[in-house]
């Protein structure tokens, strides 16, 4: 049986006390109650409220959040963790947040508290206090009683100065506008407006929007996927959640349509990247993790692509994730519990992922950790601010294509006083690496590109073989996008093949200048996007032993390649010559001492050459 607390918001008048009484009650006698998704806010700064008769002190952002919802003549009842949950109860926490996928989808309704602003005008008008019982019977988009957002229309044509507010207002109705499916250039703003400057003040109402708390929470994901209704409150503003849906799915397609080009500038793209960014990175998920699951672990994919999201808590960046998918979490025997360290809790995490799944798959694609944190551990409470949701998506999509060295058995694998031991073996030392270009457009890349190739010497070198079967041109242009496409009818990444990875050099020649492009074959915009994705924050490298690949900036010369038995991609590891008492006394006499530098792509070890070709080589390696 689930047994819960429910808020009762007691009704009144807009100035009076909030008063609140709590109850329990079991879900499975299928209460009627609605939920609230909202971020805390400052704990440290708090106002009393009364609930059971008695002051209970709550932060600033939730005490706005229930004057907003509490009804003048009717009482609500409520699911909020803030008040539902005894916080400093470590086991009353671990149970509550186990439930937390059944609350939300029983729920009602799960409002949406973005916060509150001060609503007034460039003019100095101020809309009245309102209540969301009273915003959600008169439409403020569409009421001349409080405010006509056209008047903010004319007077941004006007050049008047428009209030945070007004900017706001602005970008709702315009999401309104899209959600309905017109086109951009029926927007008021777009066909009066010849300076399309103006568009900048849609862009600054849409960062001021996302600037609201609640944007960056790691448990809004769930909260707002498992609601049967979301609806979106912002002051007196007042939205149902799949507007904002429909409006960032609408923007995207009319951007890239011929019937609205003529709007379309920086202002305008940039706005829709960060609009459809922040809406499609939380309602994206049903596409890409629970209608349509990874093949290797759920439970994982969830945990790669949020990493991006804020927790008070950093056990909160697992906790957070795990009613997206429960069954993968139950399979792995990880359940909510705050009695588990942070650290301890990753450590967790890992080990049954290997356990489950006799994979390394857990261990890929993590940078940067914090100090203090083993260099080959997911570091789910750091995580890099210019690694976007979107990338995130797109690589962990690149390492289901690969296969270095899966085994169908068990793997020897153990983890002690967090040394991570498995079995690996050396392919390659790096003894060349090229000055690191920052990316900002294809431009930038075919910059760094030609780095790379000046490295590898692929002009100097036409017929230079890689091996017996392909030559260095072919090996350097499937290095570059490692061995991944997006097809031009962009369904779904894919392995490269010989036509495609051949039109690397009159790709490379008209990108270059040294001939003109004479046609619009498909291939060129697979190419564009295809290095850009490849080898964003990548850095190439040559081996000693003559193989080229792509890893982790941070990598050195020096710095080995190694496969390890049970990952899916090579790995760029750093020898320690001496580690410290402490881990001499953990380790194994003979033990190979090293530090993780990061998953890597070696060009000709990603498809099991490593333990076909050298399978003596194969020795139990010590990872710090």
């Given at each position: 049986?689930?047994?819960?607390?429910?808020?009762?918001?007691?009704?009144?008048?807009?100035?009076?006390?909030?008063?609140?009484?709590?109850?329990?009650?079991?879900?499975?006698?299928?209460?009627?109650?609605?939920?609230?998704?909202?971020?805390?806010?400052?704990?440290?700064?708090?106002?009393?409220?009364?609930?059971?008769?008695?002051?209970?002190?709550?932060?600033?952002?939730?005490?706005?959040?229930?004057?907003?919802?509490?009804?003048?003549?009717?009482?609500?009842?409520?699911?909020?963790?803030?008040?539902?949950?005894?916080?400093?109860?470590?086991?009353?926490?671990?149970?509550?947040?186990?439930?937390?996928?059944?609350?939300?989808?029983?729920?009602?309704?799960?409002?949406?508290?973005?916060g509150d602003d001060e609503e007034t005008s460039g003019t100095g008008f101020t809309l009245p206090a309102r209540s969301v019982e009273e915003a959600e019977k008169s439409d403020l988009l569409d009421s001349k009683a409080y405010w006509d957002v056209r008047t903010a229309t004319i007077r941004l044509l006007e050049d008047k100065r428009l209030s945070d507010?007004?900017?706001?207002?602005?970008?709702?109705?315009?999401?309104?506008?899209?959600?309905?499916?017109?086109?951009?250039?029926?927007?008021?703003?777009?066909?009066?407006?010849?300076?399309?400057?103006?568009?900048?003040?849609?862009?600054?109402?849409?960062?001021?929007?996302?600037?609201?708390?609640?944007?960056?929470?790691?448990?809004?994901?769930?909260?707002?996927?498992?609601?049967?209704?979301?609806?979106?409150?912002?002051?007196?503003?007042?939205?149902?959640?799949?507007?904002?849906?429909?409006?960032?799915?609408?923007?995207?397609?009319?951007?890239?349509?011929?019937?609205?080009?003529?709007?379309?500038?920086?202002?305008?793209?940039?706005?829709?990247?960060?609009?459809?960014?922040?809406?499609?990175?939380?309602?994206?998920?049903?596409?890409?993790?629970?209608?349509?699951?990874?093949?290797?672990?759920?439970?994982?994919?969830?945990?790669?692509?949020?990493?991006?999201?804020?927790?008070?808590?950093?056990?909160?960046?697992?906790?957070?994730?795990?009613?997206?998918?429960?069954?993968?979490?139950?399979?792995?025997?990880?359940?909510?519990?705050?009695?588990?360290?942070?650290?301890?809790?990753?450590?967790?995490?890992?080990?049954?992922?290997?356990?489950?799944?006799?994979?390394?798959?857990?261990?890929?694609?993590?940078?940067?950790?914090?100090?203090?944190?083993?260099?080959?551990?997911?570091?789910?409470?750091?995580?890099?601010?210019?690694?976007?949701?979107?990338?995130?998506?797109?690589?962990?999509?690149?390492?289901?294509?690969?296969?270095?060295?899966?085994?169908?058995?068990?793997?020897?694998?153990?983890?002690?006083?967090?040394?991570?031991?498995?079995?690996?073996?050396?392919?390659?030392?790096?003894?060349?690496?090229?000055?690191?270009?920052?990316?900002?457009?294809?431009?930038?890349?075919?910059?760094?590109?030609s780095e790379w190739r000046s490295m590898a010497n692929v002009d100097k070198n036409p017929d230079k073989r890689y091996t017996d079967i392909e030559s260095w041109q072919d090996a350097f242009s499937r290095t570059v996008i490692g061995d991944i496409l997006l097809p031009a009818d962009r369904y779904g990444y894919r392995r490269a093949r010989k036509e495609?990875?051949?039109?690397?050099?009159?790709?490379?020649?008209?990108?270059?200048?040294?001939?003109?492009?004479?046609?619009?074959?498909?291939?060129?915009?697979?190419?564009?996007?295809?290095?850009?994705?490849?080898?964003q924050r990548q850095s190439f490298f040559l081996t000693e032993e003559g193989y080229m690949g792509t890893g982790p900036l941070s990598l050195v010369e020096g710095d080995q390649v190694y496969v390890l038995k049970g990952s899916n991609v090579p790995f760029i590891l750093r020898p320690v010559n001496r580690p410290d008492d402490a881990q001499r006394r953990?380790?194994?006499?003979?033990?190979?001492?090293?530090?993780?530098?990061?998953?890597?792509?070696?060009?000709?070890?990603?498809?099991?050459?490593?333990?076909?070709?050298?399978?003596?080589?194969?020795?139990?390696?010590?990872?710090?």
């Open positions: 049986m689930h047994e819960i607390c429910l808020l009762t918001i007691i009704h009144g008048e807009w100035v009076d006390v909030i008063r609140c009484k709590r109850d329990r009650v079991l879900l499975e006698h299928n209460p009627t109650f609605e939920a609230l998704s909202y971020a805390w806010g400052d704990t440290a700064i708090t106002t009393p409220i009364v609930v059971d008769g008695e002051d209970f002190q709550v932060t600033l952002n939730l005490e706005s959040a229930l004057r907003r919802l509490r009804n003048k003549e009717d009482d609500r009842v409520i699911w909020i963790d803030q008040l539902c949950i005894d916080q400093r109860n470590e086991d009353e926490k671990s149970q509550q947040v186990g439930y937390m996928a059944e609350i939300f989808g029983a729920a009602q309704r799960v409002f949406i508290w973005l507010w007004e900017k706001i207002a602005t970008l709702l109705y315009f999401i309104r506008h899209l959600a309905s499916n017109e086109h951009l250039v029926d927007f008021p703003i777009f066909p009066s407006v010849t300076n399309l400057s103006h568009l900048k003040t849609l862009k600054e109402g849409a960062e001021l929007l996302l600037k609201k708390r609640w944007w960056n929470r790691i448990w809004v994901v769930q909260e707002t996927l498992l609601a049967k209704e979301a609806t979106v409150v912002l002051g007196s503003w007042v939205l149902p959640w799949n507007i904002f849906v429909s409006a960032a799915i609408n923007f995207y397609q009319h951007m890239r349509s011929p019937c609205c080009s003529r709007v379309l500038d920086l202002e305008l793209a940039e706005l829709q990247r960060l609009f459809h960014g922040a809406i499609w990175t939380i309602a994206g998920t049903l596409s890409y993790a629970v209608e349509r699951p990874p093949p290797e672990d759920e439970l994982l994919y969830l945990l790669w692509a949020f990493r991006f999201k804020q927790a008070t808590d950093d056990r909160d960046k697992v906790f957070g994730v795990l009613s997206l998918n429960k069954s993968a979490s139950l399979r792995h025997g990880i359940v909510p519990n705050y009695s588990l360290g942070t650290l301890q809790l990753y450590l967790q995490v890992v080990e049954k992922h290997i356990e489950a799944t006799s994979t390394l798959h857990s261990i890929v694609n993590w940078r940067p950790r914090r100090t203090g944190v083993p260099t080959w551990l997911p570091d789910w409470a750091s995580a890099d601010p210019d690694y976007s949701w979107t990338e995130s998506i797109n690589r962990n999509a690149f390492y289901t294509f690969y296969c270095a060295w899966r085994s169908k058995d068990k793997l020897d694998v153990t983890i002690s006083d967090k040394i991570l031991r498995c079995t690996g073996i050396l392919v390659g030392t790096i003894s060349a690496v090229p000055k690191y270009i920052a990316l900002s457009g294809l431009t930038q890349t075919i910059q760094m590109l495609e990875w051949e039109f690397f050099g009159r790709w490379w020649r008209i990108k270059t200048g040294v001939e003109q492009q004479t046609d619009e074959h498909k291939l060129f915009e697979v190419w564009d996007a295809a290095v850009q994705m490849a080898s953990s380790g194994v006499d003979g033990d190979l001492y090293c530090t993780m530098v990061g998953d890597c792509y070696c060009h000709g070890m990603m498809d099991g050459e490593a333990i076909r070709k050298l399978p003596e080589q194969a020795k139990l390696v010590s990872i710090l």
